[in-house]
């Protein structure tokens, strides 16, 4: 028996964190069972966290096409290429109101029907001090602390070398 196998595959994260007003890449790649078709399209969709109405974000075919009206107006930009099977586009100045699900969909004709990637979008006001942040930290200072104390070690050693310089140029002076 043979089982249905989807020809297009969409693949996106999960989820992704962003502060207020910065830029993110939303990255979505796919693969197809068929060569890149000049009617190959990427549409992007957006879903409120309040499960509104879904928007539309951005679309291609055979060239970005960008929104002319909606929440997204001016603040997306396409970043994918196309020949190295990426499809993923920029938001702009992120916003409270971008909470919620992104979707990628692409279509290679005759590849139509497969996964459809997405992503949920949680924009914060500020970063969270994570554990890569202390251990940056911590690194951090114990290379300065290195430093600190490698430096003290040859300052002591010079001072000790010029006063036994100056011991035996004592000691000669005297015979």
Not at 3 to 15: D, N
Not at 44 to 58: A, G, T
């Amino acid at each position: 028996a043979l089982w249905p196998v989807a020809a297009m595959e969409v693949h996106t994260s999960k989820e992704v964190n962003a502060v207020n007003g910065t830029n993110l890449r939303l990255k979505c790649t796919f693969s197809s069972s068929s060569p890149i078709s000049q009617k190959l399209s990427v549409t992007w969709n957006f879903q409120p966290e309040d499960l509104s109405s879904h928007e539309p974000v951005f679309y291609y075919l055979s060239e970005p096409y960008t929104l002319s009206t909606g929440r997204f107006k001016e603040r997306v930009t396409w970043d994918g290429n196309i020949e190295r099977n990426d499809v993923s586009i920029m938001i702009w100045n992120l916003q409270p109101t971008d909470n919620g699900t992104f979707t990628c969909q692409v279509k290679n004709p005759p590849d139509v029907d497969g996964t459809i990637g997405e992503v949920r979008l949680r924009v914060v006001q500020k970063v969270h001090f994570s554990e890569i942040h202390f251990l940056v930290v911590a690194i951090g200072s114990a290379c300065v602390v290195m430093i600190i104390v490698v430096t003290a070690v040859i300052i002591c050693q010079h001072h000790r070398k010029k006063a036994q310089e100056k011991r035996i140029e004592v000691a000669d002076t005297e015979l």
